[in-house]
C-alpha cells in the first residue's frame, strides 16, 4: 500500500507528489496520459508561462475567483519558491514582459523534464496510462482508488488532481468533479474563462485576423463597469480574442446576456483632444475621402469600415463633415460597442471556471472537510485567475499544499 495516492500527473499532481515523497511517505502518481504534464506542454503557446514574479498581494489582485482562499497555499509554496525549484532541478527562468516568468530556453518540454527528475529523485512510483474509475471508501475514509482495469491501488491519502474541463485532448475530461461528487462535495457548475467572446455583431468578421494594441476594453452589465483594461486584442471569426478579451472573459457574468463591451481606440487622447485633432486634419485634408483620412488614426481595414459604424457615408469628402457627425466620429472611436452573445466553448478555454467548492475545503491544507483523508489541488478547485502565469502558479501552490498535507497527516 501506498502512504499517498496522487490522480492528476499535471502541475498540481506533480507538485503534490513531490512535496508529499520529500515529506518522507510512499508515492503513487496515476496518469491516465502517456506521459505527465500534457497540459503543461502547450502552456504559453509552448513556451511555459509557469509563474509570475510577483507578492501575494499582487498575485491576489489578479484572480478574480476566491482568491482569499489561496493564501495558505501562496504563502507556503510561493511564485519565488517556484523559480527557484526549477533552477535547482537545473532549469533556469527567466522573467519577461509583465513580470511572467519562462524557462530560458522558452521549451515547456524542459520544465516537465526537471520535474520529472525531481520526482525520481524524491523516489515518485509514477504509474503512465492509468485511468482512475473510482475512489474506493471504508468506514467514512477513504481505502484506495480502483484503477479502469478494475484493480486497486490502496492508499492512506488521495490528492484529486485532475484539472478541468478545458483543452480535453490533455486528458482534462472532468474525471475529478465525478470523484468529487461521489464523495459527497459541492461541485460549483462549469464554465469557460479565458476564452475568446463571440459577439452579436456581425462586423467584427470581416476584419478577422486584424489585431489592436494599446486600446481600452470594458466589460458592463446594467450599467456597472466589472473589467476595464489597457492592452491588445483581435478580431476573428466569431467576434473578438486576444489578451485582454480573454481576461474580461473572467469577469463575464452568467449567463452573459446583456453584457456589452466598449473600445476605446484612442485611449491617449480625451474627447476634446481627438475632436481637436479630428477638425484640423480634417481641415488640412479637403476633399480626400472620409475612409482614407481615417486612417491616419485606425489601420487601413478599420478605417474603411469605421465610417459604417458610425452611420456616415465612407465616400464623404473630409471637408463635407459636419461638426455633428464629427462628434459622432470621436464619440464611436472612445466607445466602439459590441455586444455580447456568449463565451466560446469551454473545450477552447484556457482554463475552468467552477469545480469543487472552495467552502468544503481547508485552505490551509487542501483537505476535505467531508472526508479525513481526501484533498484536491488544481484545477479541480472552483478558483481561476488573469492570464501571465498565475493559474499554473495556482496548480504548483496548490499542489505542493496538499501533498506536503497528506504527508503530514499520513506520518502523524
Sequence with gaps: MADIVVIGGGAAGMAAALFAARAGTSVILLEKNEKLGKKVYITGKGRCNLTNDCDTDEFMAQVPRNPRFLYSALSFFSPQ???SLLEGAGCPVQVQRGRRVFPVTEKASDVTRALQSCLRNAGVTVRL????????????RLSGVRLEDGSLVPAGAVIVCTGGISYPSTGSTGDGYRFAEEAGHTVVPRSPVLVGLETEEAWPRTLQGLSLRNVTLTLSRKGKTLYSELGEMLFTHFGISGPIVLEASCHLPEPAEGASLEIDLKPGLTAEQLDARILRDFSAAGKKLLRNELTSLLPSRLADLFPQLCGIPASLPCSQVTAVQRQRLVSVLKALPLTVRAPRPVEEAIVTRGGVSVRELEPGT???KLVPNLYF???VIDVDAHTGGYNLQIAWST???????AAEQVLS
Design 81 to 83: 519558491d517556484m523559480m
Design 399 to 405: 499542489g505542493a499544499l496538499a501533498g506536503a498535507s
Design 366 to 368: 487542501m483537505r476535505s
Design 377 to 379: 489541488a488544481g484545477e
Design 129 to 140: 496510462g492509468a485511468g482512475v474509475q473510482s475512489l474506493e471508501s471504508e468506514g467514512g
